[in-house]
Structures are given as structure tokens and as C-alpha cells.
């Protein structure tokens, strides 16, 4: 079956940039058919979507944070990455990826299954 | 911008009640609503899709149903695997995806 696995820094200091890997067995990514998101969870809150990737490079970022996000896909190791540049204590989550399944034409997308997440804390 | 509103926000329920779960759209989605469930300390998982298609391996009591504004998420007998968190979701061409502030189900 598809699993997702993130990895990446668990500590990352304010002003710097966060970078983020998610390694995708069970399906390759170069075979399309799929996006494949970033998707944030503060501590106790709900989910923000962050952005998603096609396997040409193709992508999408919520508005919200586009200037300071930047993705990117290796199909040859099956994984796709995050930066988040300057970031700031708001920043503090629990970071998820997950396929995308998006109809690009139409207002549809959902996110099935998702990686584990890994909390990153962003210090002063 | 399209905002996803959930209602209640905490349901307290016991084993074997039947859960109504309320999710609605600042403006039309049509189907295009996907519902999720997220247990403490994991991450969330697919419940529904396009408002009423069950994800694979999901289990008969969940039903999705709804479209343009009101959606809602029952399931029909809570299981003590049931308590958790709901989300529902929404895609739109120029923001993306949004969630729902979700919506807690805890044990009465």
C-alpha cells in the first residue's frame, strides 16, 4: 500500500529556513496521476494546507503562504521536499504530507493517505 | 475565499449513539467536500470524498451526504474507535484547500 514518511530537522532557529523530505513507497511518483501535498498542524489546532507538487514540477501554494514556500520533487528517490524560508515561532507544527488526488478543471482534491508527521519547533 | 464552518464544535456522545456532524460552505462547493477523521497523536485519515464516496476500507456506518452549502457527516452507531476528530475539506481553483475548524466527538 501507499506510505508516506517524513523526516527532516525536529529544531529549526527563527530567521532560518525549514527543509523537509518525504519519502513515498508503495506507488512511484513519476507515474502521475497525483499531486502531493504539505500539509501544517499547530499544537492543538486544525489543518492548514501549505502546497502540492506534480511529479513535472508543477505547483500550487496556499496564498497565504507562497512567498516564503518553495517545493520540489526527486522521482528518481520517490520523495518530495518543503522549504519555508524565515521562519518564526508561528511556524511551530506538526508538518504532514500526503497524496493529492486534485481534478484540476473542476473545484476538487483530497488528501488520502498522509505520512505520520514530524513536529518541527521553531526556536529563538 | 470559501470558509468551512463545523457544528458543534465538541459533540459528547455514548457507545452506540447515532453522530450528526455539520459542515458548511461560505459558498457553493457543489460535491466537492471530503471528510476526515484525526485520533489523538495521528494523523488525520480519509473518510469521505466528493461528499458522499466512502474511502477505501471505511466502514458502512460512516455516511457523507450534502451538496452546495450544508453537508453532514453521520455515523450511525459511535464505536469506542469513533471518538476523534472530524474535518471536512474543500478544494477551490484560486485558494486552494481549506479545512473545517473541526469538530470533537468525545465520550459522555
Known amino acids: 500500500q501507499v506510505q508516506l514518511q517524513e523526516s527532516g530537522p525536529g529544531l529549526v532557529k527563527a530567521s532560518q529556513t525549514l527543509s523537509l523530505t518525504c519519502r513515498v513507497s508503495?506507488?512511484?511518483?513519476?507515474?502521475?496521476?497525483?499531486?502531493w501535498s504539505w500539509i501544517r498542524q499547530h499544537p492543538g489546532k486544525g489543518l492548514e494546507w501549505i502546497g502540492c507538487?506534480?511529479?513535472?514540477?508543477?505547483?500550487y501554494y496556499n496564498p497565504s503562504l507562497k512567498s516564503r514556500v518553495s517545493m520540489s520533487v526527486d522521482t528518481s528517490k520517490n520523495q518530495f521536499s518543503l522549504k519555508l524560508t524565515s521562519v518564526t515561532a508561528a511556524d511551530t507544527a506538526v508538518y504532514y504530507c500526503?497524496?493529492?488526488?486534485?481534478?484540476?478543471?473542476?473545484?476538487?482534491?483530497?488528501?488520502?493517505?498522509w505520512g505520520q508527521g514530524t513536529l518541527v519547533t521553531v526556536s529563538s | 475565499e470559501i470558509v468551512l464552518t463545523q457544528s458543534p464544535a465538541t459533540l459528547s456522545l455514548s457507545p452506540g449513539e447515532r453522530a450528526t456532524l455539520s459542515c458548511r460552505a461560505s459558498?457553493?462547493?457543489?460535491?466537492?467536500l471530503a471528510w476526515y477523521q484525526q485520533k489523538v497523536g495521528q494523523a488525520p485519515r480519509l473518510l469521505i470524498y466528493d461528499a458522499s464516496n466512502r474511502a477505501t476500507g471505511i466502514p458502512a456506518r460512516f455516511r457523507g451526504s450534502g451538496s452546495g452549502t450544508d453537508f453532514t457527516l453521520t455515523i450511525s452507531s459511535l464505536e469506542p474507535d469513533d471518538f476523534a476528530v472530524y474535518y471536512c475539506?474543500?478544494?477551490?481553483?484560486?485558494?486552494?484547500?481549506?479545512f473545517g475548524p473541526g469538530t470533537k466527538v468525545d465520550i459522555k
Open positions: 507538487i506534480y511529479y513535472s514540477g508543477s505547483t
Open positions: 475539506q474543500q478544494r477551490s481553483n484560486w485558494q486552494g484547500f481549506t
Open positions: 508503495g506507488v512511484s511518483i513519476g507515474s502521475g496521476g497525483h499531486y
Open positions: 459558498q457553493s462547493v457543489s460535491t466537492y
Open positions: 500526503a497524496r493529492t488526488f486534485v481534478m484540476v478543471a473542476i473545484g476538487d482534491g483530497w488528501f488520502d493517505p
